[in-house]
């Protein structure tokens, strides 16, 4: 049966949340802010946070930097994910993965038509592996968030989910979560 074993030890991953927005800030930023708090209490820790403007250059630049940090293992970004002429978040990230995990954008899919309904079709949320790091992209709404975190992530990010975690994926865990 799918779940958490609580026999077994738990690892916390090094994160990153990347908000892409072109008129976001600290302070209006509730989406970035509910993956942080998500995040962190679920025991990971949060390495970086920031803010950037909707431009190919811009969040590829973030994201290099970040995906060259050993310490910054998994990538959250929020933003940038639908149908508006800003919307570039997967044309910069795509370029960038050297694998994509397809389910995650079928997972999020499912769970997004019972928030949003058939809205969820407008998403282009998707992950893949950059280097050793991975990336999760969900949309830019709270509630998208959520959804992407409650029941997804929080169990992929989760070193003692069986039948298997993202942890076990990852270099410094690969022996101990496999």
């Known amino acids: 049966m799918p779940g958490i074993d609580s026999s077994l030890t738990f690892h916390p991953l090094g994160m990153a949340v990347l908000t892409i927005s072109d008129t976001r800030t600290t302070e209006t930023d509730t989406s970035g802010a509910l993956l942080c708090e998500r995040l962190t209490g679920a025991g990971h820790v949060l390495h970086a946070r920031a ?25 959250l970004t929020t933003g940038g994910t639908g149908f508006s002429p800003r919307d570039n978040t997967p044309e910069a990230v795509k370029p960038l993965l050297r694998r994509e995990m397809d389910g995650f954008a079928i997972a999020f899919q499912t769970k997004s038509l019972q928030t949003v309904g058939v809205a969820a079709m407008q998403s282009r949320a998707f992950a893949g592996q950059a280097g050793d790091s991975f990336i999760f992209c969900v949309p830019g709404s709270t509630g998208a968030c959520r959804d992407a975190w409650d029941g997804l992530l929080e169990l ?3 070193s003692r989910h069986k ?4 942890a076990g994926a990852l270099p410094r865990l690969r022996d101990v979560c496999a």
Request: a negative charge.
């Open 156 to 158: 992929e990010l989760d």
């Open 51 to 75: 803010i950037v403007r909707d431009d190919i250059a811009a969040i590829q630049a973030q994201l290099r930097e970040w995906i060259a940090n050993p310490a910054i293992e998994i990538v």
């Open 163 to 166: 039948p298997c975690s993202i």
